[in-house]
């Protein structure tokens, strides 16, 4: 296999002015670099072997110097841009998210989309993760141009990993910082999926306006004119500006050339082969920076078989083994291979060229559950690096880091700083190199993987039921690039010496303050340290829910079920506190058919002198102060957003409120214990005590739940609404709720051995299975009474990312 060069000794490179432009100078380089200095600074490597230094100066002083090498595998940057191909459905809205992390302390982060209003400028800390969840509309639709791109600048480096997710269908890609575009790309798009869907890629311009040139190797057509297989496009793009091309015909080896570097992207909208269809997407390298040799891993959890892609720029001869098999395979310049790899067949690649190598999870089942497809790049071990940051992913129910390292450095591998213990290594055949998968739970936060001696490769890969996701890992360190500083340093030790002794000076015997000794938080609130100042956060959420006919819980966990079918508070900020931001939420319940009991017809938000409303049948809409609006809707500048969660609006505040309607029945309510005891409502006064929540006007136990209810009625102007049930009452015998507790019936909640085992120790199923023969056996057992039920526990599982069988099945709904 072949090997990483080592950097050499630093030489001095030849400098030259442009004429008219005082104090610029261009260095071109021609050879691999590994670090330029300048002045006695460090200066970000180019993007590929090949590149040009443009730097402003008013009197150099120093030589300029590089040290030569491979170019930079980091993943580390400080601008970016990318866009968000089309995921699966259109009339679905997307969860678009950033997943940011830090490398030094208080990095100031601003996220930009092109021609929008849409800004955000976070705070992001040393090894920290942070999610920014893109709300403008940015997902790009069918073939065509999009004005909006997603820039994202930093004043440290930084790292992103992004995700694109709809209800079971999504998948995450690394993002390449500027420096390592490029101008010379070949496409790679998943050739299996449904007829209705499409293979697509998109090509982003940066900061300058640049021509591109497409040669298509599926039919497209783009601006009204048909370009078919085997045709050159031609198309000029402005600054952050986006394209995207979609055919169902396979788009694999197209090649793009730009003017100027450009992202692009590559996937399907929903590529599927043995699992679910999903959507599937990376971000690709240029081709100066592709590699010659490869390592590619069986997952344990595929029981049939993964595919892996090689994809050509030149004619190229593959020296492959793939489990005790050996051969060869040549591909010429613009086309691809594909190899199979199963649990007995690990894959060794070696090409006389430099080639682009793509890992596709195949979906299947493992341990009864399905799940999606996947694309991941594959790096080559030329671009191994010896530190990287992995991110979870909490949407997803399994988060497995794939290490690939060389069997003598094993146990020098490190996951946040600990010996990694009890991994199942296995050795690619005929090779020093060995894997292991580690399963590191399904909470989001970062982690660090690293190695003190040697470089390894790093795969992020993850799935939940119906979809998957994969991605390299976020490389941060390099060990060449170390190398390279360091001889650098060495070399400017004189120079840098007196400088260094200060701070050194300067800094011995401080101690460093606490930045919490002087806060003062609320009741259940605590003082954390965050980029170097003192924050109250609040201790846990308390979660409020209504469901059914209709059945609720308050904050603190109190249960109770009621009929009413008037405007009703189910929350709102009590307290005279400046500090925290007032709001309300109202109910509407209804009558469906059965008098006897009553829905969520609609609920109301008001907060921050806006009204929106969720309102039943209007799905994918919402009413923002009168005015329906499709979902996302973003308000004062970012403090409101209502997206489209799954099969629920969400509307999520700057201070953590979050309130969603299924546009049908179900609500829930969160907020953070910062209000601890400063609310009223049907949902209770959030303070650890459902003992006091039924309390009326005085401090008195109300003496029944309507009247208690009844204290938070709205005058909604309804002359037919009641607090109680119509007419008679309804009431069920023990006989008759005897008919529906078995396993086929609601009993399927609480079964041990039934679709939702998984769940019953972390979402309480007694309450869920009461309220479930409740609601059928006072309607007459009816089959849509029972499947409202089960799929209102399912979905509070899956919030939890917790794994559901396939209880539609097992209950004919």
Not at 789 to 795: K, Q, R, S
Request: charged fraction near 20%; glycine fraction near 8%; proline fraction near 5%.
């Amino acid at each position: 296999m072949t090997k990483g060069s080592k950097p050499t000794k630093f030489k001095g490179i030849p400098v030259a002015p442009i004429s008219g432009r005082k104090g610029i100078w261009v260095i071109k380089v021609t050879l691999p670099i590994g670090v330029l200095v300048f002045e006695g600074k460090l200066i970000s490597p180019v993007a590929g072997p090949e590149g040009e230094w443009i730097i402003e100066t008013e009197q150099p002083t120093l030589p300029v110097l590089y040290v030569g090498g491979p170019y930079d595998v980091t993943s580390l940057g400080k601008e970016f841009i990318t866009a968000f191909l089309q995921n699966h459905n259109p009339k679905e809205v997307p969860q678009l998210e950033l997943f940011l992390t830090g490398t030094t302390p208080d990095t100031t982060v601003t996220v930009t989309v092109s021609q929008s209003n849409f800004q955000k400028t976070l705070k992001v800390g040393k090894d920290e993760t942070i999610s920014v969840p893109i709300t403008e509309p940015v997902e790009m639709q069918g073939t065509g141009r999009s004005p909006r791109s997603v820039v994202i600048k930093s004043d440290s480096e930084i790292t992103i990993v992004s995700s694109n997710y709809k209800y079971a269908s999504g998948d995450t890609a690394l993002l390449y910082p500027v420096q390592r575009l490029g101008r010379e790309y070949y496409v790679f798009t998943p050739p299996f999926g449904p007829g209705s869907a499409f293979k697509e890629f998109a090509v982003v311009a940066y900061d300058k306006a640049t021509t591109v040139d497409v040669d298509v190797t599926g039919a497209i057509n783009f601006d009204g004119k048909d370009y078919p297989k085997g045709s050159r496009l031609t198309l000029s793009l402005e600054p952050f500006q986006a394209v995207q091309f979609q055919s169902p015909d396979d788009l694999t080896g197209t090649k793009v050339v730009s003017q100027y570097p450009v992202v692009v992207l590559s996937g399907h909208t929903c590529s599927k082969k043995y699992g679910d269809c999903d959507h599937v997407y990376e971000q690709l390298l240029p081709v100066p920076s592709w590699g010659s040799a490869f390592f590619i891993p069986p997952l344990s959890f595929q029981t049939k078989a993964d595919f892996v892609f090689v994809v050509a720029s030149e004619d190229t001869t593959i020296n492959y083994q793939s489990g005790k098999e050996t051969g060869k395979k040549n591909v010429k310049a613009g086309e691809s291979t594909q190899f199979e790899i199963t649990q007995t067949s690990p894959l060794s690649l070696d090409a006389s060229k430099n080639i682009q190598v793509f890992l596709y999870g195949a979906g299947g089942t493992s341990k009864g559950q399905l799940f999606g497809t996947f694309l991941t790049s594959i790096a080559a071990i030329t671009s191994f690096g010896s530190a990287y940051q992995i991110i979870g992913q909490e949407r997803y129910e399994t988060n497995f880091a794939v290490f690939i390292v060389k069997t003598s450095d094993r146990a020098q591998l490190r996951f946040d700083r600990k010996p990694l213990q009890g991994l199942k290594w296995k050795a690619f055949p005929g090779s020093e190199y060995s894997w292991a998968e580690y399963d590191y739970g399904r909470k989001f936060a970062s982690h660090l993987v690293e190695h003190s001696s040697s470089s390894f490769g790093l795969l992020s890969i993850g799935y939940s039921p119906s979809t998957s996701y994969a991605s390299l890992a976020p490389i941060i360190r390099d060990l060449y690039q170390e190398q390279a500083k360091n001889e650098v340093q060495a070399f400017l030790f004189y120079i840098f010496f007196y400088i260094f002794y200060i701070e050194f000076s300067l800094q011995t015997g401080v101690t460093e303050p606490d930045e919490c000794s002087d806060v003062i938080c609320r009741i259940e609130e605590t003082c954390k340290i965050k980029n170097g100042q003192g924050i109250c956060e609040p201790n846990y959420v308390g979660t409020c829910w209504g469901w059914g006919d209709p059945h609720y819980s308050t904050f603190d966990g109190k249960k109770f079920d009621f009929q009413g079918t008037c405007s009703y508070i189910l929350t709102q900020y009590a307290g005279n506190d400046t500090g925290l931001q007032p709001f309300s939420i109202m109910e509407k319940n209804e009558n469906r058919g059965n008098k006897v009991v009553s829905y969520v017809r609609h609920v109301t938000i008001e907060v921050y002198g806006h009204k929106i409303t969720m309102k039943k049948g209007e799905s994918p809409k919402v009413r923002v102060d009168g005015v329906l609006q499709n979902l996302p809707v973003t308000l004062e500048g970012g403090k409101i957003k209502i997206i489209r969660s799954g099969k629920t609006a969400l509307l999520i505040t700057d201070f953590d409120l979050r309130a969603s309607y299924d546009w049908n029945w179900h609500v829930i309510v969160k907020l953070p214990s910062s209000y601890h005891g400063l609310t009223t409502g049907l949902c209770g006064n959030l303070n650890k005590d459902p003992a006091d929540d039924m309390f009326i006007e005085g401090n008195v136990p109300a003496a029944s739940i309507t009247e208690w209810a009844k204290s938070y009625r709205l005058n909604d102007q309804d002359p037919f609404c009641s607090d109680a049930c119509v007419g008679q009452c309804p009431s069920c015998d023990e006989s008759l709720k005897n008919q529906y507790r078995g396993e086929k019936s609601c009993g399927m909640i609480t079964d041990s051995n039934g679709p939702f085992k998984e769940c019953q120790s972390t979402i309480d199923s007694e309450n869920f299975y009461s309220s479930c023969i409740y609601d059928v056996c006072m309607n007459g057992g009816a089959k849509v009474f029972l499947c409202q039920a089960l799929n209102a526990y399912a979905t509070e599982c899956r919030k939890e990312n917790i794994n559901v069988a396939n209880w539609t099945t097992a209950a004919g709904c």
